[in-house]
């Protein structure tokens, strides 16, 4: 016999993505929510793994072609190497603290794009999580 706990709002999900970034080379990643899910966006959280300052940004689109856009989450001018930007708090060089509660609504096929602009010259580099998207995800 096992028991499961059931959560009427759906399930909690924290996706983890590794980050290299590229000698004066910029990053975008784009997230899409799947057709047959709608989510709840907690947080957000990336890190600048060079050992340059870079802009970095967190936006959202109505689809996945990136036509229609609908806000911009937040931005960093001269993010530092290895600081970190996180939504909602937008406060630059903190990570990992508790954002002020903000939830935002994503429909099927919404995506959160999250760019990290050229730095310059640079070594480059890699963060095992450097980008962290939290949120809750529903079936719809």
Do not use: C
């Given at each position: 016999m096992?028991?499961?706990f059931?959560?009427?709002?759906?399930?909690k999900?924290i996706?983890?993505t590794?980050?290299?970034?590229?000698?004066n080379?910029?990053?975008?990643?784009?997230?899409?929510?799947?057709t047959i899910k709608?989510?709840?966006?907690?947080?957000?959280k990336m890190t600048n793994p060079d050992n340059v300052?870079?802009n970095?940004y967190?936006?959202?689109?109505?689809?996945s072609?990136?036509?229609?856009?609908?806000?911009?989450?937040?931005?960093?001018s001269?993010?530092?190497?290895?600081?970190g930007?996180?939504?909602?708090?937008s406060?630059?060089?903190v990570?990992n603290?508790?954002?002020?509660p903000?939830?935002?609504i994503l429909?099927?096929?919404?995506?959160?794009?999250?760019?990290?602009?050229?730095?310059?010259?640079?070594?480059?580099?890699?963060?095992a999580?450097?980008?962290?998207?939290?949120?809750?995800?529903?079936?719809?």
């Amino acid at each position: 016999m096992s028991l499961a706990f059931i959560f009427q709002g759906g399930k909690k999900v924290i996706s983890v993505t590794s980050i290299t970034l590229a000698n004066n080379t910029a990053k975008t990643v784009d997230i899409t929510v799947p057709t047959i899910k709608r989510w709840l966006l907690l947080s957000a959280k990336m890190t600048n793994p060079d050992n340059v300052t870079r802009n970095a940004y967190m936006f959202h689109y109505k689809e996945s072609t990136k036509t229609n856009f609908v806000k911009t989450l937040t931005t960093a001018s001269n993010l530092a190497s290895g600081a970190g930007l996180q939504y909602p708090n937008s406060e630059t060089g903190v990570i990992n603290k508790a954002p002020f509660p903000q939830v935002i609504i994503l429909d099927p096929n919404e995506t959160l794009v999250f760019t990290w602009d050229a730095g310059g010259a640079s070594a480059g580099g890699t963060d095992a999580d450097g980008l962290i998207v939290e949120y809750m995800e529903i079936d719809v």
